[in-house]
């Protein structure tokens, strides 16, 4: 690591598709050319694609390319694939497989921004590796690739050579740290600070999800009429005896089958219904946190904090700060 640019730039090379998420490509690309020391560039940066030419992304603007195909043996220090819509496609895709594990051969440090981690994984690069993704898309890399270690709330994971961010914007914090790693905290934090973003962003990608939807709507149905009877008694005693006597279980087969329909223990279950609810009651109100916590069934604003740090990374008073509706 030093903080001062080589007389040789860097070379970064982004593998875009049609239809990728443009802020998965522009944020990072923004970062590495902007980084500079003394008015000297830190980088050089290319855009490419399987084929090469204009592609579309998800938005109206158009991307030039270069070619992966007919492309020079070109040595890269990092290459990063680009998520959205066309990493999906892509990673379904042997010729696109193919162009990527080749080129990721020919670099030192390989990176993925959001769900371009599908194609990292398609390629065999990330077997057995910590990794993260969008926070949506978390429960299918994991279930689509088991050998992996998917981690839900990092924004970016680091592990050995390979990089993987969380989604979209979380392009931007790994390309920040990778700046970091390469010429110092220094360089990292000035060029953060023109960007007008954080070097070292608070809380983790948890605190923009609603993983308690998610898991129960995809467990299935057995449980409906209980989470709606535990929604609606969060401040009640919600030990398992009374989870069990609403289903009309045995608090032992209830506590067994429980946990196999929907993946969660009753306690955690429960946790996360009170966390759903207090997250709303933070965007949506303007409730002392006090009595935030009362209502969404933790009885006392330092339970509350704790469970918020453990989970989210963030305090109750910075979590309505940051998402508040009103």
């Given at each position: 690591?030093s903080?001062?640019c080589?007389n040789?730039?860097?070379?970064v090379?982004?593998?875009?598709?049609?239809?990728?998420k443009?802020?998965?490509?522009v944020g990072?690309?923004?970062?590495?050319t902007?980084?500079?020391?003394n008015?000297k560039?830190c980088y050089?940066?290319t855009?490419s694609?399987?084929?090469g030419?204009v592609?579309?992304?998800?938005t109206?603007?158009?991307?030039?390319?270069v070619?992966l195909?007919?492309?020079p043996?070109?040595?890269?220090?990092?290459?990063?694939?680009?998520?959205g819509a066309?990493?999906f496609?892509?990673a379904k895709d042997?010729?696109?497989i193919?162009?990527?594990?080749e080129?990721?051969?020919?670099?030192?440090?390989v990176?993925?921004?959001?769900?371009?981690a599908?194609?990292l994984?398609?390629?065999?690069?990330l077997e057995?590796r910590?990794?993260?993704?969008?926070?949506?898309?978390?429960?299918?890399?994991?279930s689509t690739?088991?050998?992996?270690q998917?981690?839900?709330?990092?924004?970016?994971v680091r592990?050995?050579?390979?990089w993987?961010?969380?989604g979209?914007?979380a392009g931007i914090?790994m390309a920040?740290a990778?700046v970091?790693?390469?010429y110092?905290?220094?360089?990292?934090?000035d060029?953060?600070?023109?960007?007008?973003?954080y070097?070292?962003?608070?809380?983790g990608?948890?605190?923009?999800s609603?993983?308690?939807?998610?898991?129960f709507r995809?467990a299935?149905?057995r449980?409906?009429?209980?989470h709606?009877w535990m929604?609606e008694?969060?401040?009640s005693d919600?030990?398992?005896?009374?989870?069990a006597?609403a289903a009309n279980?045995?608090p032992?087969?209830?506590?067994r089958?429980?946990?196999?329909e929907?993946?969660l223990s009753?306690a955690?279950?429960v946790e996360?219904?009170r966390l759903?609810?207090?997250r709303?009651?933070l965007?949506?109100?303007r409730?002392?946190?006090?009595a935030?916590a009362v209502k969404?069934?933790f009885?006392?604003e330092e339970?509350?904090r704790?469970?918020m740090?453990?989970?989210?990374?963030i305090?109750p008073?910075?979590y309505?700060?940051?998402f508040k509706?009103?």
């Amino acid at each position: 690591m030093s903080e001062e640019c080589d007389n040789i730039p860097k070379r970064v090379l982004f593998v875009a598709f049609p239809k990728s998420k443009m802020l998965d490509l522009v944020g990072p690309l923004q970062v590495f050319t902007d980084a500079s020391v003394n008015g000297k560039p830190c980088y050089v940066v290319t855009v490419s694609s399987p084929d090469g030419g204009v592609i579309r992304t998800d938005t109206v603007l158009p991307v030039s390319t270069v070619s992966l195909r007919n492309g020079p043996d070109t040595l890269y220090d990092t290459v990063i694939i680009v998520g959205g819509a066309g990493a999906f496609t892509a990673a379904k895709d042997p010729d696109a497989i193919a162009l990527v594990k080749e080129v990721v051969h020919r670099s030192r440090r390989v990176g993925a921004v959001c769900t371009g981690a599908f194609v990292l994984a398609a390629a065999g690069i990330l077997e057995n590796r910590r990794v993260v993704t969008h926070w949506s898309e978390c429960s299918e890399l994991a279930s689509t690739y088991p050998s992996l270690q998917v981690e839900v709330d990092p924004i970016y994971v680091r592990d050995g050579h390979i990089w993987t961010s969380a989604g979209v914007t979380a392009g931007i914090d790994m390309a920040l740290a990778m700046v970091s790693e390469d010429y110092g905290k220094t360089v990292a934090l000035d060029l953060a600070r023109s960007l007008v973003s954080y070097l070292t962003r608070p809380g983790g990608q948890s605190q923009f999800s609603h993983l308690a939807h998610s898991r129960f709507r995809e467990a299935s149905d057995r449980f409906n009429a209980l989470h709606a009877w535990m929604q609606e008694n969060l401040q009640s005693d919600l030990r398992i005896e009374a989870l069990a006597a609403a289903a009309n279980m045995s608090p032992r087969n209830f506590s067994r089958v429980y946990a196999l329909e929907t993946g969660l223990s009753p306690a955690k279950a429960v946790e996360e219904l009170r966390l759903q609810e207090a997250r709303k009651l933070l965007e949506t109100s303007r409730m002392p946190i006090k009595a935030v916590a009362v209502k969404s069934g933790f009885g006392d604003e330092e339970r509350l904090r704790r469970v918020m740090l453990r989970h989210l990374r963030i305090s109750p008073s910075d979590y309505r700060d940051r998402f508040k509706t009103i």
